[in-house]
């Protein structure tokens, strides 16, 4: 149980192009989900904290139009990185929790070129 | 300030060479502490939560204990699938969301 999944698992693209990256809980639903930022050799840096049916809560620093998050239904969060230029190219993860615990996705690496 | 420390950086262990991971922690107000391991190129992987001082948890080689300041991820007689990072985040009470703070991980290497 507490599966997480993420789609797709690896994309590059041209700089100044939209990426969109989903994360889903497959088994559960979650109100709650988070997505996070990891670069190499690195722990997990918290982008912003996606509810169902309201308004993502950002951490200070994340630019909240340069990452669109919707968390349209109990099982499916989306992240859109708009206009990605080089330095967004990063591992980002997803979590969605289920009894207080966070359960992780697989995570997308983004290479913008 | 809520913080979390994990020590070491980086651990190599033979085969067999049981050994502990140290989290050490400040918050205001312990909701819950967490372990993960994370393999490169993948997210991280749900091991244990702890919620209070003289709680301990087992799975398979591992073993969590926490007490107020600190907890420890306690590994016997490891194999080399045990290599991995092995993260601990905590949540402090202050948050109504969930929201983890994670440690910086520490890098374990079994060689055979």
């Known amino acids: 149980g507490a599966v997480v999944s993420q789609h797709p698992s690896w994309v590059i693209c041209k700089s100044g192009t939209s990426v969109k990256i989903e994360c889903r809980s497959l088994d559960f639903q979650a109100t709650t989900m988070f997505w996070y930022r990891q670069f190499p050799k690195q722990s997990l840096m918290l982008m912003a904290t996606?509810?169902?049916?309201?308004?993502?809560?950002?951490e200070q620093g994340v630019e909240k139009d340069k990452f669109l998050i919707n968390h349209a239904s109990l099982t499916l969060s989306t992240l859109t990185v708009t206009s990605a230029h080089p330095e967004d190219s990063s591992f980002y993860i997803c979590?969605?929790?289920?009894?207080?615990?966070?359960?992780f996705g697989p995570g997308t690496r983004l290479l913008v070129l | 300030e809520d913080q979390v420390t994990q020590s070491p950086e980086a651990l190599r262990l033979q085969e067999g060479e049981s050994s502990s991971l140290n989290c050490s922690y400040t918050?205001?107000?312990?909701?819950?502490l967490f372990w993960y391991r994370q393999d490169p190129g993948k997210g991280p992987e749900f091991l244990f939560t702890l919620y209070s001082a003289g709680e301990e948890k087992e799975k398979e080689r591992l073993k969590a204990t926490l007490t107020k300041k600190e907890s420890f991820l306690h590994i016997t007689a490891p194999k080399p699938e045990d290599s991995a990072t092995y993260l601990c985040?905590?949540?402090?009470?202050?948050?109504?969301?969930?929201?983890?703070?994670f440690g910086q991980g520490t890098t374990l290497q079994v060689k055979p």
């Open positions: 996606s509810n169902e049916g309201s308004k993502a809560t950002y």
């Open positions: 918050v205001s107000g312990l909701r819950g």
């Open positions: 985040a905590v949540q402090a009470g202050s948050s109504n969301t969930g929201k983890l703070i």
């Open positions: 979590s969605a929790t289920l009894g207080g615990t966070q359960y």
